[in-house]
């Protein structure tokens, strides 16, 4: 495999077939995976970042709208679609039990690769689209330091 694109097909396909070690054998033993959620490093970790995915959406998808045809990063815009079965980690350590509800989260994702693996894979998609497809909402106390304008709440 010589460069960033043809890994992150291979990793795309793994991912679609929910078969973890095909998704660690794209991963370096010491990578990196950088999502909104949290930092994974190595492949314990990195599988265990997967494996709740996997689990909380058991029809978890990703299609690839525009990929970016670079010799490193691999640049990929996507489709995240599945439905919320299980169980899902929320922000804080919360966890949220399957809802039964359809998602479809747009996002991006760049591979950086070495050695023909994946060292640091960063993934970037919008939380509140996503938690409020799982019937999340935001919460506002209801001071405010001028009229109309909202502040989050204490602890957030």
Same mark, same amino acid.
């Given at each position: 495999?010589?460069?960033?694109?043809?890994?992150?097909?291979?990793?795309?396909?793994?991912?679609?077939?929910?078969?973890?070690?095909? =998704? +660690?054998?794209?991963?370096? #033993?010491?990578?990196?995976?950088?999502?909104? &959620?949290?930092?994974?490093? !190595?492949? *314990?970790? %990195?599988?265990?970042?997967?494996?709740?995915?996997?689990?909380?959406?058991?029809?978890?998808?990703?299609?690839?709208?525009?990929?970016?045809?670079?010799?490193?990063?691999?640049?990929?815009?996507?489709?995240?679609?599945?439905?919320?079965?299980?169980?899902?980690?929320?922000?804080?350590?919360? =966890? +949220?039990?399957?809802?039964? #509800?359809?998602?479809?989260?747009?996002?991006? &994702?760049?591979?950086?690769? !070495?050695? *023909?693996? %994946?060292?640091?894979?960063?993934?970037?998609?919008?939380?509140?689209?996503?938690?409020?497809?799982?019937?999340?909402?935001?919460?506002?106390?209801?001071?405010?330091?001028?009229?109309?304008?909202?502040?989050?709440?204490?602890?957030?």
């Amino acid at each position: 495999m010589g460069d960033a694109r043809a890994l992150k097909d291979k990793l795309f396909e793994a991912f679609n077939a929910h078969d973890l070690d095909r =998704v +660690l054998q794209c991963h370096s #033993r010491d990578g990196v995976l950088v999502t909104p &959620s949290g930092v994974a490093e !190595g492949h *314990d970790q %990195i599988a265990s970042f997967y494996e709740e995915a996997f689990k909380g959406f058991p029809d978890l998808r990703m299609t690839a709208w525009h990929a970016v045809f670079c010799a490193d990063p691999a640049v990929t815009e996507w489709m995240l679609t599945g439905t919320h079965n299980g169980p899902f980690m929320l922000p804080g350590g919360g =966890v +949220l039990d399957g809802t039964g #509800r359809p998602v479809a989260v747009r996002g991006t &994702s760049t591979c950086s690769v !070495g050695n *023909d693996k %994946i060292i640091t894979h960063r993934i970037y998609y919008d939380q509140l689209e996503l938690y409020s497809q799982l019937g999340g909402e935001l919460a506002f106390d209801d001071r405010s330091s001028s009229a109309g304008e909202a502040r989050p709440s204490p602890g957030d």
